[in-house]
């Protein structure tokens, strides 16, 4: 299972940390990511990270903004979103899969998928 926590309300500019909770798989065997939903939209991904953290994708919209890491002893990954914007309003969910750039697909199919969490960029 994964477990996302961290969204809210946040004014434009400002900065909210997403965290991903994993139990029940083996986690230092996946690359784990987050994909988002705005309204009317279809999903996109937006970060992932391997398994060892040694690469890291993240998407060209969120560059210079987000930031993925990964604790293996606690079976977390945390996602950083500084400088944020009305456009990263959406549903955001974690996700795992075996390879790190399924998660960035568009309508990613991963193997497990978390609940979401809602992030709102508004003033």
């Known amino acids: 299972q994964l477990q996302a926590s961290g969204g809210g309300l946040v004014q434009p500019g400002g900065s909210l940390r997403l965290s991903c909770a994993a139990s029940?798989?083996?986690?230092?065997?996946?690359?784990i990511g987050w994909v988002r939903q705005a309204p009317g939209k279809e999903r996109e991904g937006v970060s992932c990270i391997s398994w060892s953290g040694g690469d890291v994708k993240l998407a060209e919209s969120v560059k210079g903004r987000f930031a993925i890491s990964r604790d293996n002893t606690k079976n977390m990954v945390t996602l950083q979103m500084n400088s944020l914007k009305p456009e990263d309003t959406a549903i955001y969910y974690c996700a795992a899969d075996r390879i790190c750039g399924i998660l960035m697909r568009r309508s990613p199919e991963p193997e497990y998928w978390g609940q979401g969490t809602l992030v709102t960029v508004s003033s």
């Open positions: 029940g798989l083996s986690f230092d065997d996946y690359a």
